[in-house]
């Protein structure tokens, strides 16, 4: 017993060896940097290191360029990774339509079936690709938005329709607005460089201005700011990141804590040899209510003590 005992430890402790000695590589494309996006690559990393996972990232920003979003996947065919980190829906998209012989992880995609991803969430069609989606119900942000503001009657939504997260996030708002009896007034943009401009020409035509997980919104999420702190508009958004920077309040997915669960799903396939065909896509259930009261004051706005009291973070 005690040979057969020694031999079991041994074999143990030859696989922990050649775990770890193995490194991987990870190539990551994101359309462009703002916290949300940053804090999910960040969750991956830690939740690899902390399952003692050797993990090189080779991280590719497109900075909101459709072009070099393309170019970074040649980029990545080149690096040939064990594995592609796909944050967001564009940079999920184009590896998607390039790279079949390794593994995707998107994360950070609101409708991964409407962008082509999947099949659907049970992830059925048999492909290299799964993932995390950042879904939280609309539903929830329109009664959060009567709540804070109950004279609101008009949305204003700010968001990039090249951006297929954020016209199905759009989609769902004009749905969610028309049972809640309220409008929706839309402001497209092509570029950050439009956000001041968008945000502008809502001024009188809304209530309120709502930002969408929209990549390039949130990019120069500060533009917005700056035009409802001038003209007392409030401003509300779906990522808990965001009101940090100054917006009025969100209730969405902790971006983090989806990183970390994002990254259980690369270890799962790099070291356990899971098959991405054979994984659902996964959601983080948790919703995080954050409020920044400084902004709401320079907005005009004060928040109910009922929206204070189930706060789990409230910026002074």
């Known amino acids: 017993m005690k040979k057969i005992l020694l031999s079991l430890l041994a074999v143990l402790l030859c696989a922990t060896t050649v775990l770890a000695g193995k490194s991987y590589t990870i190539s990551v494309t994101q359309i462009v940097e703002h916290p949300s996006l940053d804090a999910m690559r960040k969750g991956v990393a830690d939740r690899l290191e902390e399952k003692g996972i050797d993990a090189t990232f080779n991280v590719h920003i497109a900075q909101g360029n459709a072009a070099t979003n393309v170019q970074i996947i040649s980029q990545i065919i080149g690096e040939q990774p064990d594995l592609v980190l796909a944050i967001a829906t564009t ?113 009188g035509r809304c209530d309120v201005i709502y930002i969408p997980t929209d990549n390039t919104a949130i990019s120069a999420l500060e533009s917005a700011i700056k035009v409802c702190t001038q003209n007392q508009l409030p401003l509300i958004v779906a990522d808990v990141d965001s009101v940090a920077r100054g917006a009025l309040a969100a209730v969405a997915v902790d971006y983090y804590k989806m990183g970390l669960q994002t990254g259980d799903m690369v270890a799962r396939i790099l070291v356990d040899g899971a098959d991405p065909s054979k994984m659902p896509v996964e959601f983080l259930n948790d919703l995080n209510l954050h409020v920044n009261t400084t902004a709401a004051a320079s907005m005009g706005v004060t928040i109910p003590d009922t929206v204070l009291s189930r706060a789990s973070k409230i910026i002074e």
């Open 91 to 203: 940079g999920a998209q184009a590896a998607a339509q390039k790279i079949h012989d390794r593994p995707i992880v998107f994360t950070g995609v609101t409708d991964p079936v409407t962008a082509g991803l999947v099949k659907d969430l049970q992830n059925s069609n048999a492909t290299n690709v799964t993932g995390m989606s950042d879904f939280s119900p609309m539903d929830k942000h329109v009664a959060l938005i009567q709540e804070i503001v109950p004279s609101t009657q008009a949305i204003g939504v700010i968001y990039n329709a090249g951006e297929p997260n954020s016209v199905a996030s759009v989609g769902a708002l004009r749905e969610n607005a028309a049972k809640a009896g309220l409008t929706v007034e839309e402001a497209t943009i092509a570029n950050s460089s439009g956000v001041y401009q968008a945000a502008q020409s809502l001024i």
